[in-house]
Each structure stands twice: as C-alpha cells, then as structure tokens.
C-alpha cells in the first residue's frame, strides 16, 4: 500500500493538472509541482489560503484579483468559500494563464482543488465571462461588509436542510439570527456612517469565528443569519454564546472609546424535510424570545 501511495503522490508531481488540498480551517496541507510553481510556494510551505492570496496580491502574481480592495474582496470571498460541496469555475492567472478550477469539500470541511490550463481552447469570449462570473459573485454579496448576503445565506439553508434528511448519523444542523441591539439608537446618537462602520466590524469579528462549513450572511438591516450545518442545539448555543462575548468586548468606535455594544440571537435545528421558511420562523421566534428577556443573549426555540 505504502508503494502505492508514493506512485500515486510520483503521478501528482508529474502532471500538468494543478492539484491541492486543504484543511478545515483552510491551511494548505499537499500541493503538487504544478499549483506551487504557479501560485508561489515553497516545497515545505503550507500557509493558510487567506495568507497566500494576500501575499500574492500585494506581489501582482498569482490569481490576478479585479477589486481594488482587497481585505474587502476576501471577506466576500471567505463568506462564500467552502460552503458548497462543489464547485467549478474560470480564473486568470498574472502570468497570462487562464484555469478551470473545481472545488470539492467534505462533511469535514476539507477542500480539494483541481485545475486545469484552458488558455488555448478558451480565448474567445474571456472578457464576457469575467463579466459574467463578477455579476455573479456580485449578486450573493452584501454591498455594505462584504459577507455573504441574503440570497446566498438562504440557498445554504436550504442545502442544510437537505442534508438533514439524507443524514443518519451526523447531528442535526441549526439556524441562527443575530439582531445588533439597540442599533437605532446607535444612528440616533453617532449617525448613518458610525452605524455603517458599527455593522461592517460586526461582521468581521463574527467571520473569524464561524468554521469551514458555516456560512454566515448579512440578513438585511442589523440582522444577520448563520447556518451552522452538523452542529446541535446545545453545541450551536456555545458557539453564539462564544460570538456574543467577543462582540461584548470590541470597542467599534476610536473617537468613542467607552462605547461597546451587544446582540441577541434566537436559533432553531432543523427538522427533516422542514420548508426554510419554518425553520426561518422557529429562530426568528427564539430571537424575539431573546428580545423580551431583555436583549444580550441567546435563547434556543421551543
């Protein structure tokens, strides 16, 4: 077996297909000859994919990236990545490179990535494509913090649900909606900008936090939703519980110093077979729970 398996790894570096694999926590852990060449990697390297794009964008190497803010494209992007079992997609590369790139992703949130090189079966109808391709990743982003918005988000509810009723031994996954409190009065009292900057922090704090498989959206307004596939009702509290203290201790406003602010969240598992829209009302239902007890918590659904 072990023979086997260094033919297998011998094949991986001699072909021309761009071949990776990273972690849960998307930390690359093999990549062949071909994917290090072009992306910039040394042989033991392994960074974090986050890492790498970001140093290959300040380089102008690597996946050539339109957005002329970067931080801003990556957080759109990280909302989106690895959320979906597969996926398939055209990129430019700075060297002239253009790729066909497949994304598969396990229950565990491990990610595989293939690509091959189309520059010469592709040319015609590139610029098209691109368009068409940022009109697409456009139309699922939240204009305002660069998460995933509400399109996206419930897309993923419904594929969690889904799941669910094809699982049988993995834990049900839950749904929940966090609700900034108070944040009228956070316009009333710093106005439409601070509020603005108030959501966009918000929703970078709660991306750090969220893992692999969870996908995390900007609902509309202060509110926001986050599916949290194969987690239980008790595991899903922890973890908001979790979010909620880390958005206890941020300070969003320099010229404010004193200030700090709280959400609240109502979350629901799902049900085999249930309509999203169920699902959607049982935590809407749980954060009004949460609203009437006095705001600044979680509470689960009845």
Known sequence: MEGKLRRILRFMELTDVFFAVFDEEDRLLFANRKYRETFFLEAEENPYWPDLMRRN??????????????????????????????????????????????????????????????????AQGRTLRQERDIALRSSLTDDLTGIANRRFLMERLVDM????????????????????????????????????????GFAQKISTLVRRIDCFGRLGGEEFGLVLPRMTPPEA??????????????????????????????????????????????????????????????CLSD
């Open 237 to 298: 509290a922890g973890a908001v519980e979790a979010m909620l203290e880390a958005v206890r201790a941020l300070r969003p406003f320099s010229e404010h110093p004193d200030f700090s602010y709280s959400f609240s969240a109502g979350i629901a598992p799902a049900n085999c077979r249930e309509d999203q829209a169920d699902l959607y009302a049982r935590a809407d239902a749980a954060l009004y729970k949460a609203k009437r007890a006095g705001k600044n918590r979680v």
């Open 57 to 122: 964008f300040h380089a102008r190497r690597g996946t050539v990236i339109s957005s002329p803010d970067f931080e801003l494209w990556l957080k759109g992007t990280l909302s989106r990545r690895g959320k979906v079992p597969f996926r398939a997609f055209e990129t430019d590369v700075h060297d002239g490179t253009w790729l066909w790139m497949t994304e598969t992703v396990d229950e565990d949130g491990w990610m595989l990535c293939l690509a091959s090189d189309i520059t010469p079966l592709r």
């Open 161 to 200: 649900i889904e799941r669910e009723a094809e699982a049988t031994r993995s834990p049900p996954g839950c749904f929940a909606i966090l609700d900034v409190d108070n944040f009228k009065q956070v316009n009333d009292r710093f106005g439409h900008a601070c509020g603005d900057r108030l959501l966009v």
